[in-house]
């Protein structure tokens, strides 16, 4: 019998598909540290993953590992080219949470634009003349120009539903050539961005995504330009942004997650910041949890789809 460790708590419903699998299931108490993580990993064959970081300390052990899933679809917690060195897959909930994703970050976009902290704060202050000098901040995104930098699974949702509000949209993907219907392609950066109003940051942290909108970058962006980072903290240079903060920063992702308290960026204004919620709904909290079970179970079956891998490259696959 195969056997599965779940790091942290998942949906009951992701739980059923591997017991349904008749796979003998580890799960780790909240709050556990490294002992009751190693004596839980001793002889497992596939690990379910949050957000706890598996390095190669935690993983290396595990001489009878077969399979990583993620539940979500980044995987900067987990050490994968120590996976890949041993010809372990690393699989993705690919398309589970990207609904919400794209969702939040419209969410956050639509607040930029017509000023909603500015009116929230005024109005529970009881200062009904700030409506005026706030309203006359707003703009409408009809007409405006997104720039979405990564069209994929989350990204092209976003300029999907952009294109629905009436927006100019520019994709840039280096990897991607298909984009959505009415998106013009990008495939010059630092041309691109003074033509946005807003940045949608939609991108995996890689070496080469790892602070891509540094300071000469931000410095080409129209002063009345809005960035909103949903993606990962890494990717948009936070000292950078400090130094010249954009007219409003929308993120969802932070370089150092949880936040340290005194950090700077928490005084930014204008600005919303959210913990890390975007892919956090009902819907993909439960779609995440039963996607990253089906891949292990496919692993363990033979029947992995490459395209849930993401070190497929690394593996050859």
């Known amino acids: 019998m195969k056997t599965v460790l779940i790091t942290e708590p998942i949906h009951p419903d992701g739980r059923a598909v591997l017991e349904r699998a ?32 598996l390095d190669e300390a935690r ?55 017509r000023n909603l902290v500015a009116h929230d704060r005024a109005t529970r202050a009881g200062d009904w003349t700030a ?5 006359r901040a707003s703009f409408e995104l009809h007409g405006k120009t997104l720039l979405v930098i990564g069209v994929g699974r989350v990204g092209s949702r976003v300029a999907r539903l952009a294109l629905a509000f009436g927006m100019r949209v520019l994709g840039h993907d280096k990897y991607r050539d298909d984009l959505p ?39 080409r962006l129209k002063p009345a330009a809005q960035i909103v ?12 942004l400090l130094a010249a903060p954009p007219a409003f920063y929308a993120t969802d992702v932070f370089r150092e ?8 960026l928490l005084t930014l204004g204008p600005a919303i910041l959210t913990p890390h919620v975007a ?30 891998v993401f070190n497929r490259a690394a593996l050859g696959r």
């Open 22 to 53: 008749g796979l003998e299931i580890r799960e780790l108490p909240p709050g556990a540290g490294p002992e009751a993580f190693d004596a839980a990993a001793a002889g497992a064959n596939g690990v379910l993953v949050r957000l706890m970081r």
């Open 59 to 113: 993983l290396g052990p595990m001489n009878g590992l077969e399979v990583v899933s993620r539940h979500g679809v980044g995987c900067d917690n987990v050490a994968v080219e120590h996976c890949s060195g041993r010809g372990v897959p690393v699989c993705i909930a690919a398309d589970a949470n990207a609904r919400s994703v794209a969702e939040h970050t419209m969410a956050l976009m639509l607040a930029g634009a």
């Open 257 to 264: 997650e949880p936040v340290p308290a005194g950090d700077p």
């Open 181 to 219: 219907e009415g998106v013009e392609a990008a495939p010059d950066l630092d041309a691109a961005l003074p033509e946005a109003d807003v940045v949608a940051v939609h991108v995996p942290l890689t070496e080469e995504t790892r602070d891509m909108l540094g300071a000469e970058r931000l410095s």
């Open 279 to 308: 892919a956090m709904t009902h819907e993909s909290m439960r779609a995440m949890a039963v996607q990253a079970a089906e891949n292990i179970v496919a692993a363990f079956e033979g029947r992995l789809d490459p395209g849930v």
């Open 131 to 135: 409506r005026a000098e706030n309203g």
């Open 229 to 240: 980072n949903c993606a990962r903290g890494n990717i948009v240079d936070e000292a950078a």
